[in-house]
């Protein structure tokens, strides 16, 4: 008996330079095919290790990569300067005594291409793309054009105490 595994079909071919790819009736597949179970993903918000469905079923098992930026930034500029690429956005408001206080962006997601995302919340901005060199220049042209504005106004008193 052999343990030798027989397969009647054939999966792929090494192709060297010069040859012609296969026609498309041929039985020949390039890459495994993939499938990418989006019931694990969230709808709005990125995970660490898991892409949120927008970004997950544009790049399917295709190229994807990530770049993460941490700090604070202006979710208000950012909606205002790019309404077109919202793609995907979480607004919360804060009520006291029955009354609307703030309300602010969470969550949001810019679309700026098929392969062009990039996801951002008050302490973080990622981008997606098909390159890192792509993911890495989304991230930081966000990073340096959305910063949260710094503190201005408002007055603070040293108390000294001296001992007489």
């Not at 996801?119 to 993911?135: L, M, Q, V």
Request: hydrophobic share 35%; aromatic share 12%; charged share 25%.
């Amino acid at each position: 008996m052999s343990n030798t595994i027989e397969s009647t079909k054939i999966v792929a071919r090494e192709v060297t330079r010069g040859d012609s790819l296969p026609e498309a009736d041929e039985q020949w597949e390039p890459s495994p095919k993939m499938i990418c179970d989006l019931a694990d993903a969230d709808a709005f918000v990125e995970c660490y290790r898991k892409p949120h469905v927008p970004v997950m079923s544009a790049f399917g098992g295709g190229r994807l990569h990530a770049f993460r930026l941490y700090g604070s930034w202006d979710l208000n500029s950012m909606v205002a300067k790019n309404a077109e690429a919202l793609f995907r956005s979480v607004r919360k408001t804060h009520f006291k005594n029955g009354k609307e206080t703030t309300e602010q962006w969470d969550d949001l997601t810019f679309r700026f291409g098929t392969h062009s995302f990039v996801f951002a919340d008050p302490n973080r901005i990622i981008g997606f793309a098909a390159t890192s060199d792509e993911a890495r220049n989304l991230a930081l042209q966000f990073g340096k054009t959305f910063p949260t504005p710094p503190a201005s106004g408002g007055t603070f008193y040293l108390i000294e105490q001296t001992n007489s």
